[in-house]
């Protein structure tokens, strides 16, 4: 039986290359984003905090941070098939010109659009079909990381403060209380029932990572606050190995940030069915992987369409 991996919470700073070309695709570094063009006023670019195991970072690359210590630099690089997968014919469709125009959108080349969760690229427009291409948009493209350990986190109240603010901070409504190797989160009744399966699985992980978390129910009626759709978490940068772009491309991950001028961009969401328990914490699944296979979405004919320019994916835009 292989020996189970210690979880580990850091900060890291990393640059996504395409290995090719050398273009930057994503950053976490400012100055990095301002000479590859791709900078966002609307992010704010600090060190990642990631929690080993969780699937936040592609595989290989989690796997070399696991083993990094603070202040190590390193390149991992990565092939195709580690990256981002490689490109398939059948991620290509044609869809009727009708569907657009019912809808009153014009379709051109460069279009990015949104149908249900799917996420694709307009190519070309003739005989009133339109071609859209929804591969990953570095699918098939050898990548390299260069990564930065700059901390680990060891402190009960520092491992305390980062789980809270990974997982609650955006929470309307959300409160907590910190004493040494105890976290103490109080929620709305509502999000106390609709999220046991989150709540259970973050308590596993806090648990690993030598921190109890209870919870506590805030009784005020929910109608009293904003409760979000969409449960989200601190990172804006995800490219997990959870980027799902099979099956017509309808069982990817959501991402709930707005991209008015960017290619899409897998990130972390919780919009899932919580309704059944997850009590066996040893072997609790990343929050993605619960994300992931609890999502239960519907084909629809609509599209969210947005004007692209650029051939590789960038960081989600903050609302």
Request: glycine share 6%.
């Amino acid at each position: 039986m292989a020996e189970k991996k210690t979880r580990k919470i850091v900060k890291v700073h990393f640059t996504g290359k395409e290995a090719l070309e050398g273009k930057v695709f994503d950053t976490t570094k400012e100055n990095e984003a301002k000479t590859a063009g791709i900078h966002d006023t609307k992010r704010k670019y600090t060190p990642l905090t990631i929690i080993t195991g969780e699937k936040e970072l592609l595989g290989k690359v989690e796997d070399v941070i696991e083993q990094m210590k603070e202040g190590e630099e390193k390149i991992v690089k990565l092939i195709a098939s580690e990256a981002f997968g490689e490109r398939k014919a059948d991620l290509i469709r044609v869809v009727p010109l009708k569907n657009f125009l019912d809808q009153k959108i014009n379709p051109i080349p460069g279009l990015v659009v949104r149908v249900a969760n799917a996420i694709g690229k307009v190519q070309s427009v003739t005989s009133g079909r339109v071609r859209i291409d929804f591969n990953h948009p570095l699918a098939g493209r050898d990548v390299e990381y260069h990564v930065e350990l700059i901390k680990e986190l060891k402190d009960n109240k520092e491992i305390s403060e980062a789980i809270f603010e990974k997982y609650y901070a955006r929470i309307p409504g959300s409160k907590k209380e910190i004493e040494p190797g105890l976290l103490t989160v109080t929620l709305s009744t509502n999000l106390m029932k609709n999220l046991v399966q989150i709540n259970n699985s973050v308590k596993g992980i806090a648990k690993e990572l030598g921190v109890d978390l209870v919870f506590k129910e805030d009784k005020m009626s929910d109608s009293q606050k904003t409760i979000p759709e969409e449960i989200t978490h601190e990172h804006e940068h995800i490219h997990g190995p959870n980027c799902n772009h099979e099956e017509e491309h309808v069982h990817g991950t959501t991402c709930e940030h707005e991209h008015p001028e960017k290619e899409h961009v897998h990130g972390t969401t919780c919009n899932i069915d919580h309704s059944k328990q997850h009590e066996h914490f040893e072997k609790s699944k990343s929050i993605n992987q619960i994300a992931d296979e609890s999502k239960n979405i519907k084909k629809t004919g609509n599209f969210d369409v947005t004007r692209d320019n650029s051939t590789t994916i960038q960081r989600p835009k903050k609302n």
